[in-house]
Every structure is written in C-alpha cells, then in structure tokens.
C-alpha cells in the first residue's frame, strides 16, 4: 500500500451524465398571494461559482455576513419572477426588475397588491417592490437594508401600505480596524453555576468581534409607505433582531440584543430586550429584560426562564402574548403546569393578564376568535403532543384536549387545523357556516401517504373526509380558496411526472391544471423505482426505496453494485419505527446530495432505506445504537440480495451528516459493506460532551454511550475502504471539520485505505458548482474502484 501524502490537485469533473442531471434546470419556487387570486413564480439560479462562495464573510456570533452587502454571506435568491392567476391565465414576466437580479426576502403585502423583495448588488441591498396590477417592480428609494441578522429585513403593516424597515444606519462610520497589539487576554469565568451548552460555532472570541459584530448588525428602524412614496425614521436603532407589527397597525413589537455579549452561545441567544412601540416611534412599555441564555439546562424541553415565544393575537387589533416556564424552564423538574400564557392589551399600561396554563412544553396557538383558539404543546421524551381547544374570553374553565397522541405516530396523525386571512389580513381558524373547521395533512398509511382534506366537527371531536388523494398521483392541498363552493389548491405528482399545481373542487371532482412545468429529468427515463418493504430481524417492519438502471431486469441480469444511502432516526416505539413515511407516487427529484446520480452509472440505489433507534419505555434508543444500527443494514441487503438485484460482494454505504456518523459506525461494527462514503460528519461525540442528535444526556452521565457510538474510538476495526468528504468551514453544531481530519488521522495510524477530501469555503451543505462536481467525481472514482470493480469476499479470503 501506497503511503498517504497530500495530493494537491485543481477541481475535477464527473462523467458528463452526471454533470448533466446537476445542471438540469430548476423549477421554479411558487408563492401563492394572500387573497387566493395569483402564483408568483421565483426563477431559480444555477450553481455559483466557487468565486462567489469564496467572498469574503464574517463569522462571528453564530452569523456569516458579507461585510460588502450587509447581508447573509450564505442566503439563497432568485434570478426572475412572472405572475399568474390561478384561473389558469397565461404567465406573465415582471417587468422593470434589476439587471442581473439577486432576489430575496420576498414578501406579499397582505392585500395581495403588492410584493416586496431585496435585490443584492455589490455593494448593499435594496428595497424593490412589484405592483400586482401592472406587473412592473421599481426600487424604493436609495435606502440599504440591513440583512445580517437572519429572518425578514422588513414586516407590512395590516393595510398593505405601510412597511417597517431595518435599515443600515445612514451615519455607522467606517468598518472597526483590527489593533494590531491586544490589550490583554480574553477571559472567561463562572462562579459555580452550571452553564452546559451543545457545541456551537462562529462565536464571538475577542473585542474585535465583537466591535464588527454591533457594527454589522445595527440597525435603524424607517416606516415607509408604498402608496405615496414616503419613508419615515422613526428614531429606534440598536441591534434589531425581530420586528412586528399590531394587527391594528398601530404598534410595533421590536426585540434588540443587549450587551455584554456572550461567548458562549450564538446571538439568538444573548440578552436581549423586548417592547412595544407606538408606530410613532414612541417607546410604550419594555414586556422583557432577558439575559443571555447560557445556564439553560439540559434537555430537549429546557427553556429559558421569564418571558418568551411573544407574538400578536391575530384575532385582535391589538394584544401581545407570550409564555412562561413555570417549572424553572427545566424538564427533570416534576409540575402539573410547565407552561403559561399570558396578554397584554393596548394601551399596554395594565399587569399582564394570566391565561390557559399547558402541562406540557408550549408549542404553538391557532387563534380563531374570543370564543376558540387552539393550543399546541409537546413533550419531547414521551413524544407526546396535545391539541386543545379554548375560549379566550374564559380560559380557567374552558380547555378541552382535542387530541392527544404520540408525534411519532404518523398513521394517527390527524392534520393541521386550516387558516384563513381576517379583514387585518391575519390568519385565523377557518371554518364553514355551521362552525366546523378544515384539517390537511399528509395522511400517512400503510400503503403510503395519502394527502387529505377533512371537515372537523369540535361537538363530537370526529373528522369527515372530503378528499384524499388517490393513486396513481401524491397530491397535496396547499390552500383552500374557497371552503363553502369546495375549492382548493393542490400540487399532484407522479412517478414520472413533475409536480404541478391544480385548481380541484372537493365537491365536483372538477380539476384544472394551472402549471405546465416539465420534468428536468428526461434523462432518467426509465430508471425503475420502487418501495420496498421488509423486516428487522426482531420484526420491526422497514422502508426503502430501490431505483433500477433502465432495462435492468433481475430474472435475467447479472445481480448490480448499489450504493445504499440512508439517515438514522430515533423512535420510542417499534409501532411508530415500523411506519412507512414517504409515497410510492412521488416524483423523482434528485438534489446535489443525491444517491441517484449513480443509477445512470449501472448501479442499484436503494435509498433512504430505514434505519430507526428504537428505545422503549424507560430504554433511551442509544443504548442499543450499535446493534441496532448493524440489524437494520443487514436486513436491507438480505432483501435487495433476495430480488436478485444486488451482489452481496459490491455494495457501497454511505451519508451525510448523521448518516456519516452511520456509515463509519457500519464499517466499524460489521463486514456488509465494500466501502462507504461519509460526507460531513462527526466520528468522536466525545467532542460533543453536552448530547448531540437526540441524545439529552451528557458524556459525564453515560461516557458508554458516547464511547461505544464513536466510531472514531473503534478506528482500528475498520478494514473497508472510506471517502471522507468535509466543508472546511462546516458551521453546524458538532460536525466541525477537526472531527473528519482527526478521523482521518485515527485511520490513518492503523493502516487503512482512506482518502480525506476537504471542499474549501464549504459549510455542512455545500454550495459552488466547482465543489458540488468534485464531489461527485471522488465519490463517482471511489465507487467505481471499491464497489463496482470489488473483489469478491470469497476470493479476498483466499489470495495469498
């Protein structure tokens, strides 16, 4: 064996196919107007270069920013936009839009009149809107937003007219330089409370960062009116996380971070502060005062103490709620009430007001009116979930569980309650003329999921099905337009044809096509796929999809190399794990991270085959990771070696993120495999000491866990051929690049064949077209010679 040493080459390609069906033309995104009446189509880009991703970014406080924009250095956009009504009219361009548009943040109006988005050039972002009516876009003024901050840069205002702006500060100054002597060390102390937090990246580590970090994301806040071309300081400017506005129009909620900053923890989580404004400008009241969030505990269900999840009552003109954790935010806390709500009413000069109290962890409202609401809450260990209807006039006495089930259960999942836009253009609970109210879901079912749409009576709590979709299409309702008349609008697939959106009548069974887009795929005519259904052997029932090169036929075709790909999950049922959770009608999409590239290549894909962490009762699922995990791989080729499909002797594993973490756990703790891909993953969770994935507990409570599930501890038992594959600038919690690198090394020291590729400027997904193609070729060179060309078992065993 050659000796390893580093390989210094430039970017290499795929076979052409392959690099066809990655250039394939998008289709485009869809967004339905507030007033049911127009799609907006979002014309999608091809690849960026890997010029573009290699622009200079700041990391600091958990953000990236592009210093040169004031925006995310990572955001996706759009390159066009066109209109159409929903009846069915020709596509319509927009006309006047920006040359070379990079389009983001688009946001309707709620009167469906206009539409509001960011066009990013190379030197800010600017505030572009498209009148519905005339189908043209014109920039608003000369105003540069401030994007640092993740979610929307502006908000509207209820009338459609009127929106709230963070702006860049007109006056900020020049960029914070960087001394070039310290002024003294970076220290960090903690008097004897406990602090433990998962493992984050791009924190803030020194006064720079954190000088670049209030320089970049202040902002100021302008009102500006569409209508008579009018903007308006309203004189609030700080570190502006979020903002939203009254139903009224007449308040404005605004949450700013306060210092000292931590390092610690991401921004989302520093101090912070919360109030409520006249639209004015006009400070009324501070509703919170929150420090930073470092000393929550451990947990999936821990929370912070005091006030959060504020919101407006969208069924009032103006009330402010929020939650509080009545259990000291910590779940091994035994209480009969976890969460409670509480309003707060325009003029916002009384006490709040006490409301519904929740036994479980607060997880959302539906608001209908005085006399209906709907409340969420959860509860992550025992996957349990409970939907209760209320009456906010009367809340003590009115809370009657609608639902209560376990969130894993898919084929009892009884949908979501429908909303639909008040005359303040928010949404509430939808009902018909006798009170009842419309559930959706993706109705999952033994024979796969079945989308629905059902009318739900709250008297006698039972459902009555109006449409399910039917065979041999997945279709799923997405608005409904009109509940009395029956109509909706669904997106239908098939297996072979792209989804589409329709315009259906639930009642007369009418349907009309609305988009003709057509399938990017025609390269793949004729690639098989199919469900595949088999069992564990402790009879846990399991799910696969297998896809077939064209003309492949098993019963008389040599048995094909696979390649298996597959993401584990943790369940606390083997009910819940046996479920199927995808339709065989789906249509074939294939995304850079896909596995079905390779069955252009002469290969079976079996993918997304099931591989659930099943721990019941008292039994956390990681307890038996290991085994599990082994049982599940070795089912899944008993059964495609069974239909004659696969030759047990060329199979290929692999994964990204998680499913990295899998595959190296594979070739640890069995001999199934030729070789495996890991793409992004995390090999040492003793890196990770405070859980990771759906592990609550610590390294420091079950240090055998943490050890027997990484595979980086068991390097030396991998015998099987591995690709590495890394972003060198993977931000995601616990999967930093150290942890391929010393995997790496691990294998390395004991001799085995690997090979480390690391994607420079790349984070856990990745994005250039340069590294995407790359990819794709190591992956493409590793298959060929470590699966397809394998030798077999038999014969390894027996060369001398």
């Not at 700041?58 to 040169?68: A, F, M, S, T």
């Not at 946001?107 to 988005?117: D, H, S």
């Not at 931590?262 to 420090?291: K, L, N, W």
């Amino acid at each position: 064996m050659k000796a390893s040493q580093a390989q210094n080459i430039s970017y290499q390609t795929p076979p052409q196919s392959i690099i066809d069906l990655v250039e394939a033309p998008l289709t485009p995104t869809v967004s339905l107007s507030p007033d049911k009446r127009n799609l907006l189509f979002l014309a999608r880009p091809s690849l960026p270069g890997i010029d573009e991703v290699a622009a200079e970014e700041l990391r600091i406080g958990g953000l990236r920013i592009n210093p040169q924009t004031n925006g995310s250095s990572r955001s996706a956009h759009y390159i066009g936009m066109s209109l159409a009504a929903i009846n069915g009219d020709r596509e319509t361009p927009i006309e006047g839009l920006p040359d070379h548009p990079k389009i983001e943040n688009v946001l309707w109006a709620p009167n469906g009149q206009t539409v509001a988005f960011t066009h990013t050039n190379k030197t800010g972002l600017e505030l572009w809107l498209v009148d519905i009516s005339t189908a043209k876009a014109r920039r608003f003024s000369n105003l540069l937003i401030n994007d640092a901050v993740s979610g929307l840069p502006f908000v509207w205002f209820s009338d459609g007219k009127r929106l709230l702006v963070k702006q860049v500060p007109t006056q900020r100054g020049p960029r914070p330089i960087k001394p070039n002597v310290p002024e003294g060390p970076v220290i960090q102390e903690n008097s004897q409370a406990a602090a433990p937090v998962r493992t984050y990246q791009d924190l803030l580590k020194s006064p720079h960062d954190e000088a670049l970090f209030e320089y970049y994301t202040r902002s100021s806040l302008i009102m500006i009116n569409v209508s008579t071309n009018t903007e308006r300081v309203l004189g609030i400017e700080g570190i502006v996380t979020e903002i939203s506005t009254s139903p009224d129009g007449q308040y404005v909620m605004v949450e700013q971070l306060k210092k000292p900053f931590s390092y610690m923890v991401p921004y989302y989580r520093f101090a912070h502060e919360i109030s409520i404004f006249h639209q004015s400008g006009q400070q009324i009241r501070q509703v919170a005062d929150q420090p930073a969030a470092e000393n929550i505990p451990i947990g999936f269900n821990a929370v912070p103490t005091g006030p959060r999840n504020f919101g407006w009552r969208s069924d009032k003109p103006a009330t402010l709620f929020w939650v509080e954790a009545q259990d000291e935010g910590d779940p091994k806390n035994e209480v009969d009430v976890r969460d409670q709500l509480f309003l707060l009413e325009a003029p916002f000069m009384d006490d709040p007001v006490s409301s519904i109290r929740m036994s479980l962890r607060y997880r959302g409202i539906t608001w209908g009116d005085d006399n209906l609401a709907m409340v969420h809450e959860f509860w992550w260990s025992s996957r349990r979930e409970i939907t209760s209807a209320w009456t906010p006039s009367f809340p003590d006495q009115s809370k009657k569980v609608i639902f209560d089930r376990s969130y894993e259960d898919h084929y009892t999942d009884p949908g979501d309650f429908q909303t639909e836009p008040n005359i303040q253009g928010r949404s509430v609970l939808a009902k018909n003329k006798q009170g009842k109210l419309y559930l959706t879901g993706i109705g999952a079912s033994p024979e796969g999921n079945r989308p629905f749409v059902d009318l739900f009576d709250l008297s006698t709590k039972k459902s009555e099905r109006l449409w399910r979709s039917e065979a041999p299409y997945y279709e799923i309702p997405l608005a409904i337009i009109n509940p009395e008349k029956g109509w909706v609008i669904t997106r239908r697939e098939s297996e072979k044809n792209p989804p589409n959106y329709f315009f259906r009548n639930l009642v007369t069974k009418e349907i009309t096509q609305i988009t003709h887009f057509v399938n990017p795929y025609e390269a793949l005519e004729g690639v098989s796929k199919e469900l595949i259904k088999y069992s564990r052997e402790d009879d846990v029932q399991l799910t696969g999809t297998l896809y077939l090169p064209a003309k492949f036929d098993p019963a008389t075709d040599e048995p094909l190399p696979v390649l298996m790909w597959a993401y584990p999950r943790e369940y606390k049922s083997k009910n819940a794990a046996s479920q199927v959770r995808n339709s065989p009608y789906e249509f074939l999409r294939i995304s850079y991270g896909s596995p079905l590239f390779w069955v252009q290549q002469g290969y079976a894909i079996f993918d997304n085959f099931a591989m659930p962490i099943i721990g019941e009762g008292d039994e956390e699922p990681n307890e038996t990771f290991v085994p599990q995990l082994v049982s599940g791989a070795k089912a899944a080729i008993d059964k495609i070696v069974s239909m004659g499909v696969a030759d047990r002797d060329r199979i290929g594993v692999g994964g990204h993120s998680y499913g990295a973490f899998m595959t190296a756990n594979l070739l640890a703790h069995s001999d199934l495999f030729a070789a495996g891909i890991a793409r992004s993953g995390a090999y040492n969770r003793t890196l990770t000491p405070f859980g990771f994935q759906s592990e609550e507990r610590t390294y420091w409570e079950v240090p055998h866990i943490y050890h027997t599930m990484s595979p980086f501890m068991h390097a030396d038992k991998i015998g099987e051929p591995l690709l590495l594959i890394h972003g060198q600038a993977d931000n995601n919690s616990g999967t930093y690049p150290m942890q391929s690198e010393r995997f790496y090394a691990a294998l390395k020291g004991h001799g085995s064949t690997c090979r480390l590729v690391m994607l420079p400027h790349e984070s856990h997904g990745y994005r250039a077209r340069e590294s995407i193609l790359h990819m794709l070729w190591e992956m493409n060179q590793w298959l060929e010679k470590f699966v397809k060309k394998a030798v077999q078992k038999e014969a390894k065993m027996t060369t001398p």
